[in-house]
Structures are given as structure tokens and as C-alpha cells.
């Protein structure tokens, strides 16, 4: 051995078990980072997607309304609204909605149907068979809570008094929160003509909206319940709560 070099000390081939864990490792770091892109697209991108096409949708169809604005209808109550819409087809847009306790700039579109293709881009989604806005019944919504828009992020703000408008070509619809209530997935009643009563006839023009319970899961739903409180015609203009929304559409 040459005097002036240190000697070598051998590499040993690593084991299988060095290996396995090496993999394991960068395959578990790999799947987290997949996993957090996916909560970002699901909590962040979906939203920003979701809030374009539900914007598009409420200008759409407030220049709609805007340009036929309707006949003046002289000696209008409050108390008595027109008869209201037909059913619309599923994934029609028919009318906006504010709810002033989200802020001033909330306005979602209601659409027909509560099915992925809807709720997932279009907001709020019309139960199909409930009721029509103003019509005796039960006009029920349901909007996700969290991500494509989470439209009902804010629901357990609402309290007795506050107030939900609802526009339509016909004119407002103005409803007071009266109750909510927490119920499991498959209560549906809560949803029926009267609220938590199936096979009773509605004498009640209502709004209910559902969505699901807690904020970031879905083992529960959490449910406002409003009644009408007064209609106004379209040509009589918004009332004075959402004047500066509508107007700024």
C-alpha cells in the first residue's frame, strides 16, 4: 500500500429495508403535496370559478329584468303578491337573491334544482316541487357552505328579523328570518308546504333555506326558515335595503 494514501473505507449496498423507507418517505411527501393542492383548488380556486359564473349570471339576468321592467301596477298591496312564477326548467336561472346580513354586495342568482350541475356554479339551487317566490308554501333553497362560492357561508349569522329578498321579473319578495334549526341529513321535512309537517295544506307564503352543518363538513344540515313579510312590483323599484345593491348590479 502506498504510504502517502489514506485507505478507503468499503461502501456498503444499502439495505432493502433502507430502501423501502426511502420510497415510503418520498411517496408520503409527495401525496401530502398532492393533497394540499387539491384543499386549495377545493377551498380556494372553486370559489373564485364559482363566484365568476354566479356574477355572470345575476348581471345576465338583472339587465333582463332592467330592460323589461314591467307596467306600473297601480293600487298594489304589499300583502298580496301576484301568482307568481311557473316552475322553471332545471338549471334556469329565474331570480336573484340578497340577504343584506351577508353585506351589501351579496347577491346570488336562484336557479332551478339542487343538483351538482347547479349548486356546484350557479349558487342556489330551488328545490323542484316547493314553492315559487311569493306563492303560499314553501319556497326552499339550498347553497353550499363551503367552497364553489360557499353561498351560505355566513347562514348562522341570520337571526330572528333579518331579512331575505328574493327578485323576480314579477317585482320583490321581502321575508323576515323567523327560526332556524339543526337537523340531520335526512329530515327532509323541513322542506315540506309547512316546515317539519308533511301532508299538511300551507295557508304561509315561506322561505327556507338548507345547507350543510358543521362549516367544513357535512354530518348535519343547518336550516333558516322566513316568512313574507311584503311584495313590491318591479316598476315600483327595490326596496330601500337593497337599493344600493340592485342599483349597483
Same mark, same amino acid.
Given at each position: 500500500m ?7 473505507a ?11 423507507i ?12 398532492v ?9 380556494w ?15 345576465t ?8 321592467? =314591467?307596467?306600473?301596477? $297601480?293600487?298594489?298591496?304589499? @300583502?298580496?303578491?301576484? %301568482? #307568481? ?5 332545471h338549471g334556469e ?18 336557479t ?8 356546484d356554479s ?6 323542484? =316541487?316547493?314553492?315559487? $317566490?311569493?306563492q303560499?308554501? @314553501?319556497?326552499?333553497? %339550498? #347553497? ?7 353561498v ?11 331579512h ?26 323541513v322542506?315540506e308546504?309547512?316546515?317539519g309537517?308533511p301532508?299538511? %295544506?300551507?295557508t304561509?307564503?315561506l322561505?327556507t ?8 363538513g ?6 333558516v ?11 315600483a323599484?327595490?326596496?330601500?335595503e ?8
Open positions: 502506498n504510504q502517502g494514501t489514506a485507505p478507503t468499503e461502501r456498503r449496498p444499502r439495505s432493502v429495508l433502507h430502501w423501502v426511502q420510497i415510503t418517505g418520498e411517496l408520503l411527501i409527495t401525496i401530502g403535496v393533497l394540499l393542492l387539491f384543499v386549495a383548488w377545493q377551498l380556486w372553486t370559489n373564485i370559478d364559482a363566484d365568476r359564473t354566479q356574477s355572470q349570471a345575476v348581471s339576468l338583472v339587465q333582463e329584468f332592467d330592460s323589461n321592467p =314591467g307596467e306600473p301596477v $297601480p293600487d298594489w298591496d304589499p @300583502n298580496t303578491p301576484p %301568482a #307568481g312564477l311557473s316552475e322553471p326548467g336561472v329565474f331570480g336573484v337573491v340578497y340577504i343584506p346580513k351577508f353585506g351589501s354586495d351579496y347577491q346570488r342568482p336562484a332551478q334544482g339542487t343538483s351538482s350541475d347547479v349548486l350557479l349558487g342556489l339551487g330551488h328545490y323542484e =316541487g316547493s314553492a315559487m $317566490p311569493g303560499v308554501g @314553501n319556497f326552499s333553497l %339550498a #347553497g353550499h357552505r363551503q367552497t364553489r362560492g360557499k351560505l357561508n355566513d347562514i348562522d349569522l341570520l337571526t330572528e328579523g333579518d331575505i329578498y328574493v327578485r323576480t321579473k314579477d317585482g320583490y319578495y321581502t321575508y323576515t328570518v323567523y327560526s332556524h334549526e339543526i337537523v340531520q341529513p335526512d329530515q327532509v321535512e322542506i308546504p309547512v316546515p309537517q301532508g299538511v %295544506a300551507p304561509e307564503r322561505l333555506l338548507t345547507t350543510c352543518h358543521p362549516r367544513y357535512d354530518t348535519e344540515r343547518y336550516i326558515h322566513a316568512r313574507l313579510e311584503s311584495w313590491r312590483p318591479a316598476a323599484g327595490a326596496p330601500a337593497i337599493a344600493a345593491s340592485v342599483a349597483g348590479s
